[in-house]
């Protein structure tokens, strides 16, 4: 990670890696089984001005299954993308959708949500699905604790996140030395847990920053607490962690949420929030966000937002994306992704634009809570 500039405590930097290079701070579009729910292609993307794509390694090993993945040549070739990829390392999934599950050390057994079959993942297991797809980051397996938890099973779940950690690094080290490794230059990213305790968020925080990896992660936030806890929370590592490392927050969030985080020291995010908000109608403009459902834009001939130069924008009115929406017509779904989608990595360019000027707070104050204001 090159820092190119700050202004206070936001970053303006860049993130190299075999796949291309990331302008920081950046947004990850989420696809989760290799595809942006929505009607998304990769050409899509890289037309929104997309830079990194996450996609996850829990669904993606149940269904098609990473042997596939790595048959087709890794994640890249088999969606046609040449960017950087993420994959998530299916530890959330994990917890939040499989129907059974029983830790232990060694791992997790669990029961696919998809067919209820059981399933054994743990450290070494998610290095070995991310090494076949092929993914440009892999993310450390943790395990994600229910906010709020007791301290006690906090600090031995984020010791025990510690232990697998190593067991992360040690394996992804093995995995990219062997001769049919998709991507030999795989890197890893840590994951800092520790619910909303900061002294156990700070000692794994420093555990974890002299172990040396590719990039670290915030996790177990944006997970049902106020984001006065979660800006806290953030507040509280950031000091602890590398200077010369990217830094991630994971599943995070709305515009305000990434506008205040970078002021406190992130620099990459992602969220299901453009693409998910965007098929049922909710869309985000410069002047905050409008329901499309809404009966006052059944006549409403003018685009989503005038600023934008979105497909969506630049070619359809809110009337007849409208239209499409409460029709069920596929169009519709893919117009108002693609708009949310634009709208999120433009805001991410205005951001490092904002930092580089060394007028960061100037926009914190004009834009933290206008976008995340229901017009």
Same mark, same amino acid.
């Given at each position: 990670?090159?820092?190119?500039?700050?202004?206070?405590?936001?970053?303006?930097?860049?993130?190299?890696?075999?796949?291309?290079?990331?302008?920081?701070?950046?947004?990850?579009?989420?696809?989760?089984?290799?595809?942006?729910?929505?009607?998304?292609?990769?050409?899509?993307?890289?037309?929104?001005?997309?830079?990194?794509?996450?996609?996850?390694?829990?669904?993606?090993?149940?269904?098609?299954?990473?042997?596939?993945?790595?048959?087709?040549?890794?994640?890249?070739?088999?969606?046609?993308?040449?960017?950087?990829?993420?994959?998530?390392?299916?530890?959330?999934?994990?917890?939040?959708?499989?129907?059974?599950?029983?830790?232990?050390?060694?791992?997790?057994?669990?029961?696919?949500?998809?067919?209820?079959?059981?399933?054994?993942?743990?450290?070494?297991?998610?290095?070995?699905?991310?090494? @076949?797809?092929?993914?440009?980051?892999?993310?450390?397996?943790?395990?994600?604790?229910?906010?709020?938890?007791?301290?006690?099973?906090?600090?031995?779940?984020?010791?025990?996140?510690?232990?697998?950690?190593?067991?992360?690094?040690?394996?992804?080290?093995?995995?990219?030395?062997?001769?049919?490794?998709?991507?030999?230059?795989?890197?890893?990213?840590?994951?800092?847990?520790?619910?909303?305790?900061?002294?156990?968020?700070?000692?794994?925080?420093?555990?974890?920053?002299?172990?040396?990896?590719?990039?670290?992660?915030?996790?177990?936030?944006?997970?049902?607490?106020?984001?006065?806890?979660?800006?806290?929370?953030?507040?509280?590592?950031?000091?602890?962690?590398?200077?010369?490392?990217?830094?991630?927050?994971?599943?995070?969030?709305?515009?305000?949420?990434?506008?205040?985080?970078?002021?406190?020291?992130?620099?990459?995010?992602?969220?299901?929030?453009?693409?998910?908000?965007?098929?049922?109608?909710?869309?985000?403009?410069?002047?905050?966000?409008?329901?499309?459902?809404?009966?006052?834009?059944?006549?409403?001939?003018?685009?989503?937002?005038?600023?934008?130069?979105?497909?969506?924008?630049?070619?359809?009115?809110?009337?007849?994306?409208?239209?499409?929406?409460?029709?069920?017509?596929?169009?519709?779904?893919?117009?108002?992704?693609?708009? @949310?989608?634009?709208?999120?990595?433009?805001?991410?360019?205005?951001?490092?634009?904002?930092?580089?000027?060394?007028?960061?707070?100037?926009?914190?104050?004009?834009?933290?809570?206008?976008?995340?204001?229901?017009?």
């Amino acid at each position: 990670m090159k820092i190119l500039t700050t202004d206070g405590k936001a970053r303006r930097g860049e993130f190299t890696t075999v796949h291309g290079t990331v302008q920081t701070p950046a947004f990850q579009n989420v696809a989760t089984a290799a595809a942006i729910k929505g009607g998304l292609s990769a050409q899509d993307l890289k037309e929104n001005d997309c830079q990194i794509m996450l996609s996850n390694t829990y669904h993606l090993h149940l269904r098609p299954g990473d042997e596939i993945i790595k048959k087709a040549g890794g994640l890249h070739k088999f969606t046609n993308w040449d960017a950087p990829i993420l994959t998530d390392s299916g530890g959330f999934q994990v917890f939040s959708l499989a129907k059974l599950r029983n830790i232990k050390e060694e791992g997790v057994t669990f029961a696919s949500h998809i067919d209820g079959r059981k399933i054994f993942m743990g450290p070494e297991e998610s290095m070995r699905i991310q090494s @076949n797809l092929g993914s440009t980051v892999a993310m450390a397996f943790d395990e994600c604790v229910k906010n709020p938890a007791p301290y006690e099973y906090a600090k031995a779940s984020s010791e025990r996140t510690i232990r697998w950690l190593q067991r992360c690094k040690d394996e992804i080290k093995r995995l990219n030395s062997l001769p049919d490794t998709v991507n030999k230059n795989q890197l890893l990213f840590g994951i800092n847990q520790g619910c909303c305790f900061e002294d156990i968020r700070i000692e794994n925080m420093k555990i974890i920053a002299d172990m040396d990896l590719d990039g670290y992660a915030i996790g177990g936030l944006a997970v049902g607490e106020p984001k006065e806890e979660m800006y806290r929370i953030i507040g509280e590592v950031e000091p602890y962690m590398p200077k010369d490392k990217i830094r991630y927050l994971m599943g995070v969030g709305t515009p305000g949420n990434i506008i205040t985080a970078v002021r406190l020291g992130v620099d990459l995010f992602d969220c299901v929030m453009p693409s998910r908000n965007a098929r049922h109608g909710h869309l985000f403009t410069w002047d905050g966000i409008i329901n499309l459902n809404n009966a006052k834009y059944i006549e409403d001939f003018s685009p989503i937002d005038s600023r934008c130069n979105c497909e969506a924008c630049k070619n359809y009115s809110k009337a007849y994306i409208r239209h499409l929406l409460k029709a069920g017509e596929m169009l519709g779904m893919r117009l108002a992704v693609i708009h @949310n989608l634009h709208f999120y990595n433009n805001l991410m360019k205005h951001i490092r634009f904002a930092i580089e000027q060394d007028r960061y707070d100037e926009f914190y104050n004009k834009y933290v809570n206008k976008l995340d204001t229901r017009i």
